[in-house]
């Protein structure tokens, strides 16, 4: 049981390039969710997903795409890389409402 | 929409000594709350939830955090701190739906002096 992995750790892009950073659960859980962390903003909702099939959008879901294929992926997509977006990514997934998160060690990404 | 907020962005306490970390919230119903710990390069760890009954709540690693309705508060307590409880720490509530966002504060950074 890995529980959330997260690829790559580290990402330095330049800006205008595209890449996806990759999340996946075995835990078989519905809700999945990326955060992005910024120092001494706490963790904002980008995208989350309640099941396969069904995405939303977060509080800052700009610059980014997601999808939800199957139960245990939920890729986040950046379309053209900006300097904003430079910070670190976290997966997430839940079970039911009320649950905790698991959260996933982080992406690191550098746009310059 | 909700709303957390933690009032304290640094606290700095001495091994051995007490610790309380302010976390306030907004939310119309009754909250799903959370308290997640963060070390250095890592992801989130839940500490406690709380979602109804008894409003004293014990966690891991001898935490508890009380909570008050008529505050609107969901402060986390250790009677005497660790130097490896040195992190950042993240209150958050989450929605009493389905879908069940989660809102985080903006973190409290704990230092432990020897």
């Known amino acids: 049981n890995a529980g959330v992995t997260q690829t790559p750790k580290f990402q330095v892009l330049k800006t205008g390039q595209s890449m996806t950073l990759q999340c996946a659960q075995d835990?078989?859980?519905?809700?999945m969710s990326w955060y992005r962390q910024d120092p001494g903003m706490g963790l904002r909702l980008i995208h989350y997903?309640?099941?396969?099939?069904?995405?939303d959008q977060g509080e800052v879901p700009n610059g980014y795409n997601v999808s939800r294929s199957t139960t245990e992926d939920f890729p986040l997509r950046l379309l053209s890389a900006a300097p904003s977006q430079t910070s670190v990514y976290f997966c997430?997934?839940?079970?039911?409402?009320?649950?905790?998160?698991?959260f996933g060690p982080g992406t690191r990404l550098t746009v310059t | 929409a909700q709303s957390v907020t933690q009032p304290d962005i640094h606290i700095t306490v001495s091994e051995g000594a007490s610790l309380e970390l302010r976390c306030n919230y907004s939310?119309?119903?009754?909250?799903?709350l959370f308290w997640y710990v963060q070390s250095p390069g890592q992801g989130l760890q839940l500490l406690l939830k709380?979602?109804?009954?008894?409003?004293l709540v014990q966690g891991i690693k001898g935490f508890e955090a009380e909570f008050k309705r008529s505050q609107s508060s969901f402060n986390l307590r250790k009677p005497s701190v660790h130097w490896s409880d040195a992190a950042e720490y993240f209150c958050?509530?989450?929605?009493?739906?389905?879908?069940?966002?989660?809102?985080f504060g903006d973190g409290t950074t704990l230092t432990v002096k020897p």
């Open positions: 939310y119309g119903a009754t909250p799903y």
């Open positions: 835990m078989n859980h519905e809700y």
């Open positions: 958050a509530v989450g929605e009493n739906t389905n879908a069940g966002k989660s809102t």
């Open positions: 709380y979602f109804s009954g008894d409003t």
């Open positions: 997430a997934s839940r079970g039911t409402s009320g649950d905790e998160q698991y």
């Open positions: 997903s309640v099941g396969a099939g069904i995405t």
